[in-house]
């Protein structure tokens, strides 16, 4: 929906955004496949976005993601702890209040597996404590000042 408010119609159309994480069923994978939300879990969402991606639905008490976002994303159940990237060449990686879970050497081959999925020139990002360990420096050089936003080093790495 960010990338939507600021992509012209266009570059939207060709956005791919492939939502993934270990859970196969239940809510949570249910809700990103069929972009369908509780009211109540769309609380405290601005009612300008509400209004604008979100619409009623059949479904008593749920809204639902419109159809044009929706057909953005695609969900596939993965574990980042199998370091077996699900794809290359992506523009970005985005890895939220996840890698807090894991141990330092996991976090750090699962930062090494998104180094090999991203494009030449990618960018990862991540929640705002989430620091780089200082092992990975050379496969990432920090993007903004102020952010958890890294670019993709060129020619680091193993399989990059
Ligand atoms: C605190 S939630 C964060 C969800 C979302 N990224 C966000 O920021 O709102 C942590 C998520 O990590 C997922 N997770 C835990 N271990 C994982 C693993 N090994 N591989 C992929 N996802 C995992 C959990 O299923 C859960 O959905």
């Given at each position: 929906m960010i990338l939507a408010g600021r992509m012209g119609y266009f570059a939207l159309n060709n956005l791919r955004i492939d939502a993934t994480d270990v859970?196969?069923?239940?809510q949570f994978a249910q809700m990103i496949e069929a972009g369908l939300y509780r009211n109540d879990e769309l609380s405290r969402l601005p009612e300008s976005i509400l209004e604008k991606y979100f619409e009623p639905n059949d479904k008593p008490g749920h809204f639902r993601v419109i159809d044009s976002i929706r057909r953005r994303v695609a969900y596939q159940r993965h574990?980042?702890?199998?370091?077996?990237?699900?794809?290359?060449?992506?523009s970005l990686v985005l890895c939220k209040n996840?890698?807090?879970?894991?141990q330092p050497q996991e976090r750090i081959e699962v930062l090494r597996m998104f180094h090999r999925a991203l494009a030449s020139g990618g960018l990862f990002a991540s929640e705002l404590t989430q620091e780089m360990p200082p092992e990975l420096a050379p496969l990432f050089q920090r993007a903004?000042?102020?952010?958890q936003v890294f670019r993709k080093v060129e020619g680091a790495g193993c399989g990059s």
């Open positions: 859970e196969s069923t239940g574990d980042l702890l199998c370091f077996r990237e699900i794809g290359r060449g992506y996840v890698l807090l879970h894991f903004i000042p102020d952010g």
